[in-house]
């Protein structure tokens, strides 16, 4: 292909401004394909820890703070953010670690705000550990091979499948779980999306998990499963720094930790492939630097999404099919996401109709998602050029990681802080993959001069 033929892909290069229409037609494209990406984690968290009555705020920070991270990452503040059209949202690969954390407290017998106090203190902590990766991204693949972050991210998604199941089963503590009407509805809302998603259509291909989701909530009322009691909630959200306090524990901190690393070099590969879209240089000084930026941007929306009361951040991969399918690639349009993004944040009401969503049109969408979190990783693995060292070292991690789960009683007599670190499926394959990459001689070294660009977990959503 020609560079003529390759500019003509691209109605709106990275620095062109679109009229204001266009720009936010394509602005609504992207909203559309993260929206229920950036919502759905709080709704898993709040679920299953029983934080119902934080939801609308939460869900609303969740909308705000993406907003304010698509604004930094596009307008990069000083050395911060890429300056290219990303969309900063919830990251999925977050969720096994952050309900862990929540349910060390739970299990202590601590409230909603102790449970979002140990939640948000151990996020804002691991923010820095993605800072500070940020100054060395460029050099950090030599330590995090395709192969440990692989091994991560099918961990991770293999983990969360049992969330989404239990959903479509009715969701947990539901004395009628595994009912026929909540498996009717689940497999309804699943059906949808794969329908949807066989579709020629690409625009909606993009929607398909919202529209599952439509579909079954139309169906699930038919069915009086939905409860209409929508919370009273304050007419405008305010945010507020730290909202809940502020905790810390090493044993609820130390997996989070872990996926920062890993989400580091995610977010490399979105920015490389986002990079290329925009037909932007993938190596070079500019590159470097939007890496950097781009990364240091994760880390610091991370941060701001800790103080004001939402998850960790990341930078979505989905979005960059989005300047594929309508050719604007520019950084303008970002500014619109953000704006959008922000005002929809500061109406609680949206979150307190998103909590009426039966579980199992939930489950439905999410088994989806995760299945696709591990099918990513699998496709990371799959793309790298496996010899006995690397099956070796895969072989022990799976085992260790899955394991623990499958048999917790293995740490009935480690430590409290032990048993609560190892008892992660992803702290134990995460740190496996890591200390035999580096102690296992004979591994093959990797190219930093373009960081990977496989497909990553953020592509659930």
Do not use: W
């Amino acid at each position: 292909m020609s560079n003529t033929e390759r500019k003509s892909d691209l109605l709106y290069g990275l620095d062109d401004r679109p009229e204001p229409v266009k720009a936010l037609f394509a602005a609504f494209q992207h909203i559309l394909a993260s929206f229920v990406g950036i919502t759905t984690p709080a709704l898993i968290i709040g679920g299953v820890l029983g934080l119902g009555s934080e939801l609308p705020y939460l869900i609303s920070m969740a909308l705000f703070v993406s907003g304010v991270g698509t604004f930094i990452q596009a307008r990069r503040v000083g050395p911060i953010g890429s300056g290219l059209l990303c969309v900063q949202g919830t990251s999925f690969a977050f969720l096994s670690a952050v309900l862990a954390a929540g349910f060390i407290v739970k299990n202590r017998g601590g409230g909603p705000e102790d449970i979002l106090a140990m939640i948000f203190g151990v996020c804002f902590f691991a923010a820095f550990v993605e800072i500070f990766l940020s100054r060395i991204i460029h050099k950090l693949q030599n330590v995090i091979t395709p192969v440990v972050t692989g091994i991560v991210i099918t961990t991770i998604g293999l983990s969360l499948i049992k969330v989404g199941m239990t959903d479509i089963a009715g969701g947990y503590g539901n004395p009628d779980i595994g009912a026929l009407k909540y498996l009717a509805v689940g497999a309804i809302t699943l059906a949808t999306i794969i329908l949807i998603n066989r579709s020629s259509n690409q625009v909606l291909r993009l929607s398909g998990i919202m529209i599952g989701m439509v579909v079954g909530y139309i169906t699930a009322t038919f069915m009086g499963m939905v409860n209409f009691d929508v919370a009273d909630v304050a007419i405008i959200a305010v945010p507020i720094p730290f909202k809940y306090g502020i905790d810390f524990d090493l044993a609820a901190f130390i997996p989070v930790a872990i996926i920062s690393v890993v989400t580091a070099i995610e977010t490399t590969g979105d920015l490389t492939a986002n990079s290329m879209i925009s037909k932007q240089p993938v190596q070079g000084p500019l590159y470097i630097q939007r890496i950097k930026g781009g990364v240091l941007g994760d880390g610091v929306n991370s941060c701001l999404a800790a103080t004001f009361g939402s998850f960790p951040m990341s930078t979505f991969s989905q979005n960059n099919g989005v300047i594929q399918l309508t050719g604007v690639a520019s950084r303008y349009v970002a500014f619109y996401i953000a704006g959008l993004f922000i005002l929809l944040g500061l109406f609680p009401i949206i979150g307190a109709v998103m909590q009426t969503l039966p579980k199992p049109v939930l489950g439905g969408a999410t088994l989806v998602m995760f299945g696709t979190v591990a099918s990513a990783g699998i496709r990371i693995l799959a793309t790298a050029e496996l010899d006995r060292r690397d099956l070796l070292i895969m072989a022990v991690s799976f085992g260790l990681g899955l394991g623990v789960v499958a048999v917790p009683e293995v740490t009935n007599f480690f430590p409290p802080l032990a048993k609560s670190i190892f008892s992660s499926s992803v702290t134990v394959a995460g740190l496996s993959a890591i200390l035999m990459s580096l102690i296992i001689p004979g591994g093959k070294k990797v190219d930093t001069s373009e960081p990977q660009t496989e497909p990553t977990a953020q592509q659930a959503t």
